[in-house]
């Protein structure tokens, strides 16, 4: 064995796993939606309304921390001189999002602070309890109130949300036009006193911002670092880096804890080890089933080349290798589980709709998923056997016509011997490829066939999570797919080594 | 002189072209030819599909004016009816054309758009069955066979026939567009890699450093600053996507020019002009390594799913961005071959830059593995493009797809005719550009023949 290229093989897979596992990251920060929203939305359910709004705001911050999201994104970040590097600090997406086109607009980040909170403050005094308990021992009658601090409190909500100049100046003015008209009708009052303060800030702020803008400082860059992150909690938790001592509320994806998913609420993990078993099962057995069926066709249709065999299963094989496993799944439910035709497969699931006695034993509950299985396994086996075969063939011609083998036939070797000892063991490569892809195949499953024939396996719950926008989700099978492509590559390449020890780094 | 240089040439390859060669054993491969023949139909059905199925008629004449429905681009026609002076305004696109009194009308040879249902025949009709006719006067009617469903109808009543044809148009498109992508990526960076090395690009240290300094920047300049531009483009439609991002590329470029040429001219002093190896293959070689580990449906699905427009550009650009590797390392290994042969000994003798050599002199003959590769890599992009809109992501509602067809076909499997035409046409396609990949590797590879 080569232990030096082993060795080096597997020093290579620590850089490729920190790679991948960044692009899982980047592709969970992009993802669509603030998470705390999607989060909170499903906990707390049609409650929202009953509770107060600052009630919720506090429930999100803290959520917000629990899932780390009031960090920094990643160690280093090159943003522009205009922002600021606490800009992260900034909780709700859509503010920040915002905030950072007025940036984009004007640049100058001191006074868009300043309008962003005196808008903040807009927000409360127009929303918040105080006033409307301090506004309903004034003037105002029961209804009016309501009206106007909802109106008040809805504007200032979508102000912070807004970064077109005209638009921003018009709502602005429309404030101003519904403060003249109350105070004209109730004159000296609480409510309007407390909200004359921060509208004159907000103007004010306005004023500012629009009068001095610094717009270059968007384009000259600047650099932060930040120790503490969010990739690093997602990588490492958020307790001690190598221990994992006193991690409060994630572990780290190094400790297999991909955190908790956004649409069901449970840790991926569960439903991965719930889900993972049928795709690791279906996988596996048309990998072997592949191997049976497969190497003795290839190794057969090399040894008599041009045989009505060779010639039969070469077109056979061409076009199942064309034809996608889910038509051929969908070809074969049509025909043997459809009323219509032959109605001899159930045509959905695992097991019967009323599930299974779950005090049979293994047989038993084998038996009866039997016909459940037998549709699936075809579609998962026949296209590695189609790649197979073929390969396999291709190998065993290039084998054949070589020395070692002639020698071995006039020595007077059985037909038997000859092709799979020594044959065979020369064209292990196909066959070690395909096993390589078994690895990131029982992770991912096969969407489709599992879509197909409604297989509760990973597959399934990769829909499912694509279609819920479920990112924690995404990201962990992504993550572990990746994880198990390279293992994948490496026993590859283990093996081929072993199979011919001339492989090294140092031919290539 | 140069016309005896060029007779000289001319004798050469009359005498022995590796080209002509190649060509010759493909066309002895009958099953490739003749799928090379299939192709050539697909992509005229594809080209033509507007022609060959159109809701609109291709002619027709009403009230004495004569129109093109099917080709013209605006929707309002204004006309005066000669014989009575009325002044008609005619919706073109939404016009009832199979109940208008059409004076004289040519159909398209299926008259039927590959979206907008035919609500008389909703609920899966098949070929055989009887199909309905809703006249002007709200009669319903047994279709007339100008207006058949050859092909039958969906759940909602659309043309199976039209859809087939059109979706030709979408698979074709994604397949050579993918691969278009991929190709070009794969090929440059496997040329470079195999070409240079490790070992054969050499550098003033500064200059090397400086490039390495520019990525940052050049990225802050490109996408950072950019990023709500990209953003909203992304929003809005593919295309204004696709154009803001070459924008963004273009500025990535300069940036990094730039810096190279400030490189060039600083490079001084012992340490920062002395020269380094720039080791592109282990650059690129790892790239590929990382791109390889990627569980590419995976990312497909859950980028198709960052994207909340859906548009089929986007799907084209993702599978193409995706599936270079493939490309890129069998580039690569034909480079690393051609590296050592004496006409780019040659070429490098006579002084010829290296940008010349790698394009013009060697990428001509090491393109041929690559060329197999592609059209493997056509029949993976139709393929993965196929099973996306199987199980519904990526593609939007306005484009028909065979895959959408086959998964209506799902849900009802009474309707044989959904799964049959669709999945022969996939299955057709991909055995096309299978076959054709199949007889390029023989002809360009003597060696397997035997």
């Known amino acids: 064995m080569n232990y030096r290229y082993i060795l080096r093989r597997i020093l290579i897979f620590i850089p490729t796993m920190f790679a991948i596992s960044l692009i899982a990251f980047v592709i969970s920060i992009n993802a669509p939606g603030d998470p705390v929203e999607a989060f909170f939305e499903g906990t707390k359910g049609g409650k929202i309304g009953t509770e107060s709004g600052s009630k919720i705001e506090g429930d999100k911050q803290a959520l917000r921390h629990e899932m780390g999201l009031d960090l920094p994104v990643f160690y280093v970040t090159m943003t522009s001189l205009a922002k600021p590097d606490t800009f992260y600090k900034i909780g709700n997406q859509g503010e920040r999002e915002n905030l950072e086109r007025l940036i984009g607009i004007y640049g100058n980040w001191d006074y868009i602070y300043h309008w962003y909170y005196s808008l903040k403050w807009l927000e409360k005094t127009s929303g918040s309890e105080v006033t409307l308990d301090s506004a309903v021992t004034s003037d105002f009658g029961e209804d009016s109130i309501k009206y106007v601090t909802e109106h008040f409190h809805h504007i200032a909500l979508s102000l912070l949300l ?62 932060h670092f930040y120790g503490y992150n969010q990739y690093h909690r997602w990588l490492f938790g958020d307790g001690n880096m190598f221990t994992g001592n006193g991690a409060q509320y994630c572990e780290g994806v190094v400790r297999g804890d991909f955190g908790k998913s956004y649409s069901t609420k449970l840790p991926v993990t569960d439903t991965i080890s719930k889900a993972l078993p049928w795709s690791v099962f279906f996988t596996l057995i048309s990998v072997i089933l592949a191997y049976i069926i497969s190497i003795p066709i290839g190794v057969q249709a090399a ?20 034809m996608p496993p889910f038509l051929m799944g969908i070809v074969l439910l049509v025909l043997l589980a459809n009323p219509d035709t032959w109605n001899i497969f159930p045509s959905n699931g695992i097991e019967p709709a009323t599930g299974i006695d779950p005090n049979l034993g293994w047989w038993d509950k084998t038996m ?34 070589q020395d070692f083998m002639r020698t071995a036939r006039a020595k007077g070797l059985g037909d038997r011997l000859l092709y799979y000892r020594h044959g ?14 078994v690895f990131p195949a029982a992770i991912g499953g096969s969407v489709v066939l599992e879509y197909l024939f409604g297989i509760p396996g990973m597959g399934q719950e990769i829909l499912r999570a694509v279609q819920a926008g479920d990112f924690t989700m995404i990201t962990a099978v992504f993550t572990l797919a990746g994880f198990m492509t390279l293992i994948g590559y490496l026993v590859a390449d283990v093996l081929y080594s072993i199979a011919d020890p001339r492989i090294s780094f140092d031919k290539t | ?315 084209m650009v993702i599978i193409g961005l995706t599936s270079w590797t493939g490309i890129a390392r069998f580039t690569r290994a034909e480079f690393l071959k051609i590296r050592t042969m004496d006409y780019i000994k040659a070429a490098e003798g006579m002084g010829f830059k290296e940008k010349r050599i790698i394009f013009r002199h060697a990428l001509i003959n090491g393109i041929s593995p690559s060329l197999v590769y592609i059209a493997f890599g056509i029949a993976a992009a139709i393929l993965i493009e196929a099973s996306l809109s199987f199980i519904g992501i990526g593609v939007p509602d306005d484009v028909m797809t065979w895959g959408k067809l086959l998964n209506e076909g799902r849900g009802n499997f009474h309707a044989w005719w959904l799964i049959l035409f669709p999945g022969l046409a996939i299955f057709v396609t991909v055995m096309v550009y299978n076959l054709i990949g199949e007889g390029l590797r023989d002809a360009l590879d003597p060696k397997l023949k035997r």
């Not at chain 2, 026609?77 to 054309?97: H, K, M, P, V």
């Open chain 1, 368 to 401: 009866i998923r039997l016909p459940y299985f037998i549709l699936p396994i075809i579609c998962y086996t026949y296209s590695s056997l189609a790649f197979l075969s073929r390969t396999v063939r291709v190998a065993m011609l290039e084998v054949n016509s």
């Open chain 2, 1 to 315: 002189m140069s016309d005896g240089k060029d007779i000289a040439i001319e004798q050469d390859e009359s005498r022995f072209s590796f080209r002509k060669y190649s060509w010759r054993q493909f066309k002895k491969n009958k099953p490739a030819l003749f799928a090379m023949y299939t192709l050539g139909l697909l992509v005229v059905i594809a080209l033509l599909a507007p022609i060959l199925a159109n809701e609109k008629p291709l002619y027709a004449k009403y009230k004495g004016e004569s129109l093109f429905p099917a080709f013209s681009f605006e929707t309002n026609y204004r006309f005066t009816d000669e014989s009575t002076g009325e002044e008609i305004n005619l919706q073109l696109d939404i016009a009832d054309w199979k109940r208008l009194e059409l004076e004289s009308v040519w159909w398209a040879p299926v008259p039927w758009s590959s979206t907008i249902p035919d609500k008389a025949n909703r609920n899966y009709v098949g070929p055989s069955d009887p199909q309905r006719f809703v006249t002007a006067t709200g009669d319903t009617l047994y279709i007339s066979p100008r207006f058949k469903h050859v092909l039958g109808t969906t759940s909602n009543g659309t043309d199976v026939l039209s859809a087939v044809i059109h979706g030709t148009r979408t698979s074709l498109t994604i397949g050579l567009i993918s691969m278009g992508i991929a190709s070009i990526i794969g090929l440059f960076l496997g040329a470079v890699a195999g070409y240079f090395g490790d070992y054969r690009s050499r550098m003033r240290r500064g200059q090397f450093w400086f490039i390495v300094l520019s990525i940052p920047f050049a990225w802050f300049y490109g996408f950072s600053v950019r990023m709500f531009a990209l953003k909203d483009s992304l929003e809005e439609s593919g295309m204004s996507f696709l154009f803001q991002l070459l924008i963004s590329i273009l500025l990535f470029a300069t940036v990094v020019t730039i810096f190279n040429f400030i490189g060039k001219k600083i490079a001084r002093g012992k340490f920062l002009s002395s020269e380094i190896f720039v080791p592109l293959d282990s650059i690129i070689s790892r790239g590929i390594e990382i791109m390889n580990s990627i569980p590419v449906l995976i990312l497909i699905i859950s980028l198709a799913a960052l994207t909340k427009n859906e548009s089929i550009v986007y799907v």
């Open chain 1, 303 to 322: 040894a008599k080349r041009g045989s009505w065999f060779d010639r039969g299963s070469s077109v056979i094989l061409f076009m199942l290798y064309s």
């Open chain 1, 162 to 223: 807004t970064n077109d100049t005209v638009e921003i100046r018009s709502k602005l003015n429309y404030l101003w036009s519904e403060y003249f008209r109350l105070e004209e009708k109730f004159g000296d009052n609480s409510f309007l006193k407390h909200n004359l303060t921060s509208l004159n800030l907000c103007s004010q702020s306005f004023l500012d911002m629009n009068a001095d803008p610094t717009v270059w400082k968007n384009y000259v860059p600047s650099l």
């Open chain 1, 424 to 437: 065979l063991s020369n064209a292990l490569f196909p066959i070690i490829t395909v096993f390589a892809n």
